[in-house]
């Protein structure tokens, strides 16, 4: 099975850094995502890790560690328009067998003035 | 990036209906789609995988019959909600995967969502 567990909720500064933890227990390990969803919307991708290590791009970047089963996602410089619920994912095998995304329960970012 | 869409984006229908969502990939094309479901504050859940050419293949606890998904060709992929009932409200997403041109083929480009409300 798979068991992805990350904040609820977390509120931050505009300007500052923040940094969004995602820890996961899956089987088949295969990757792991982080979306970025404004509510009503649909996701849209920020990251993709499949090694271990920092992936950056822009003023977002993400962690994985595969051995401890943890990511974060590191936001910086950040804008009112951060505001949103980040989604970290996992791809590994269903219970049907089939590689799929398991999806946290999201993590509502509020950017404050 | 590679663009999904979602027809309709809202729809609200009577109780006992069938209501039909469609999901294009507009400039690729997609074997594989995926359609998501969502409630209010809550993550998306995975329903099925839509395979182009062949039956779908359904997560546990997802009535096959109840949710009817049609993947024929490589660039559409369909969801009928048959004999809706307001427990059914909700949104809906899709999403593909390349499985051509130059992108990595791990990311999954969502729709912008459907949006189900059953009376």
């Known amino acids: 099975g798979q068991n992805i567990d990350q904040p609820t909720e977390m509120t931050a500064t505009e300007g500052a850094i923040v940094q969004i933890n995602c820890t996961y227990q899956t089987s088949g390990f295969n990757g792991l995502f982080w979306y970025q969803q404004h509510a009503g919307e649909a996701p849209t991708f920020l990251s993709y890790n499949v090694l271990d290590g920092l992936e950056e791009k822009g003023r977002f970047s993400s962690f994985l560690s595969r051995s401890k089963g943890y990511s974060y996602l590191l936001l910086k410089e950040l804008q009112m328009k951060d505001s949103a619920s980040y989604l970290c994912?996992?791809?590994?095998?269903?219970?049907?067998?089939?590689?799929?995304?398991?999806f946290g329960s999201g993590t509502r970012l509020q950017v404050q003035p | 990036g590679a663009v999904v869409s979602q027809h309709p984006s809202w729809v609200i229908c009577k109780s006992g209906t069938s209501v039909k969502i469609e999901c294009r990939s507009l400039?690729?094309?997609?074997?594989?789609m995926f359609w998501y479901r969502q409630f209010p504050k809550q993550s998306l859940m995975l329903m099925a995988t839509?395979?182009?050419?062949?039956?779908?293949?359904?997560e546990q606890g997802v009535e096959k019959d109840k949710f009817l998904i049609n993947h024929a060709s490589l660039t559409l992929s369909t969801l009928t909600v048959t004999s809706a009932h307001p427990e059914d409200s909700s949104f809906y997403i899709c999403s593909a995967r390349l499985s051509d041109r130059g992108f990595s083929y791990n990311e999954q480009f969502f729709g912008p969502g459907t949006r189900l409300t059953v009376l």
């Open positions: 994912a996992v791809r590994g095998y269903m219970d049907t067998g089939r590689r799929a995304l398991t």
């Open positions: 839509s395979n182009e050419g062949s039956k779908a293949t359904y």
């Open positions: 400039d690729f094309q997609a074997t594989t």
